[in-house]
């Protein structure tokens, strides 16, 4: 069974006159990880939203996940080594972003990794799982952002 | 004759919107009226250098952020040269808001 520890989404919180390097999900982390009653670090396995690559670098950034001006370092130490088990299906940029059900794509992920039916791609005892995600875009840059705390029970 | 682009005003609190909203975003009021917003202070530049679909997919076309006088932000297609920083002219076209560097004193707005 998969249960949902936490979630949290928001809306067109910087009105669109932010710089778009950042997401809603900068607001409402802290909240997040609060009601989880875990961090960034506890979490066995990672879905981000994958429209655009460095969209997942800000998310992730804003999830706390990389801290401010380290994104190089994390790409070369967490990413290109593999450490940070993340978007194990290969994402949308393998994928497709496929209308609608693209949102779904990595929370689907995540249940198939927690129930342990992830193939050859399965991350070993993976307990805990975040799948975040990014879009509706509005005007300047898209509007919502979510985040779900997924945990096998 | 050229035509500025137009932002929304909330009546109750005067908050500026563009694009517009059904709601003010300060207050929630659904009255507004509108503005001209002849001018803003430009932002930042992008060189689109091809575009999929497009007739003349590689003829460049410069997007533009501008801050305009008003508040809100607008993006904009620069039909010439100007830098991050210049104060720009905007006018409202079928094919969205243009802007150019302002090289004369600045009309009032329609």
Same mark, same amino acid.
């Given at each position: 069974?998969? $249960?949902?520890?936490? /979630?949290? +989404?928001?809306?067109?919180?910087? /009105?669109? !006159?932010? &710089? #778009?390097?950042? +997401?809603?999900?900068?607001?409402?982390?802290?909240?997040?990880?609060?009601?989880?009653?875990?961090?960034?670090?506890?979490?066995?396995?990672? &879905?981000?939203?994958?429209?655009?690559?460095?969209?997942?670098?800000? =998310?992730? !950034?804003?999830? #706390?996940?990389?801290?401010?001006? !380290?994104?190089?370092?994390?790409?070369? !130490?967490?990413?290109?080594?593999?450490?940070?088990?993340?978007? +194990?299906?290969?994402? =949308?940029?393998?994928?497709?972003?496929?209308?609608?059900?693209?949102?779904?794509?990595?929370?689907?992920?995540?249940?198939? =990794?927690? $129930?342990?039916?992830?193939?050859?791609?399965?991350?070993?005892?993976?307990?805990?799982?975040?799948?975040?995600?990014? #879009? &509706?875009?509005?005007?300047? /840059?898209?509007?919502? &952002? #979510?985040?779900?705390?997924?945990?096998?029970? | 004759?050229?035509?500025?682009?137009?932002?929304?005003?909330? *009546?109750?609190?005067?908050?500026?919107?563009?694009?517009?909203?059904?709601?003010?975003?300060?207050?929630?009021?659904?009255?507004?009226?509108?503005?001209? @917003?002849?001018?803003?202070?430009?932002?930042? %530049?992008?060189?689109?250098?091809?575009?999929?679909?497009?007739?003349?997919?590689?003829?460049?076309?410069?997007?533009?952020?501008?801050?305009? *006088?008003?508040?809100?932000?607008?993006? %904009?297609?620069?039909?010439?040269?100007?830098?991050?920083?210049?104060? %720009?002219?905007?006018? *409202?076209?079928?094919?969205?808001? @243009?802007?150019?560097?302002?090289?004369?004193?600045?009309? *009032?707005?329609?």
């Amino acid at each position: 069974m998969v $249960r949902v520890r936490a /979630h949290t +989404t928001i809306f067109n919180d910087d /009105h669109q !006159e932010g &710089s #778009g390097l950042s +997401t809603g999900l900068r607001a409402v982390a802290p909240a997040l990880w609060d009601a989880a009653g875990v961090g960034p670090a506890d979490l066995d396995v990672l &879905s981000i939203y994958d429209d655009y690559p460095a969209m997942v670098l800000v =998310q992730l !950034e804003d999830l #706390g996940y990389i801290k401010e001006g !380290e994104v190089a370092r994390f790409v070369k !130490e967490r990413l290109s080594t593999r450490r940070l088990p993340i978007n +194990t299906s290969g994402g =949308q940029l393998c994928a497709g972003q496929a209308g609608a059900a693209a949102g779904m794509h990595g929370p689907v992920e995540v249940v198939r =990794q927690l $129930r342990g039916r992830a193939d050859d791609r399965q991350v070993p005892g993976a307990a805990l799982g975040l799948a975040a995600g990014y #879009g &509706s875009f509005i005007y300047r /840059h898209a509007s919502c &952002s #979510g985040a779900l705390v997924l945990e096998a029970t | 004759m050229t035509t500025a682009p137009r932002i929304e005003i909330c *009546d109750s609190c005067a908050t500026p919107h563009f694009p517009p909203r059904l709601l003010c975003r300060r207050c929630r009021s659904s009255s507004w009226r509108s503005e001209p @917003a002849p001018s803003g202070l430009l932002e930042e %530049v992008t060189v689109l250098r091809y575009r999929i679909g497009a007739v003349d997919a590689e003829a460049p076309v410069t997007i533009a952020t501008v801050v305009t *006088d008003a508040g809100p932000r607008m993006l %904009v297609r620069l039909t010439g040269p100007a830098e991050p920083g210049d104060v %720009v002219a905007l006018t *409202d076209t079928t094919t969205g808001i @243009a802007a150019q560097r302002a090289t004369r004193p600045l009309p *009032d707005g329609d």
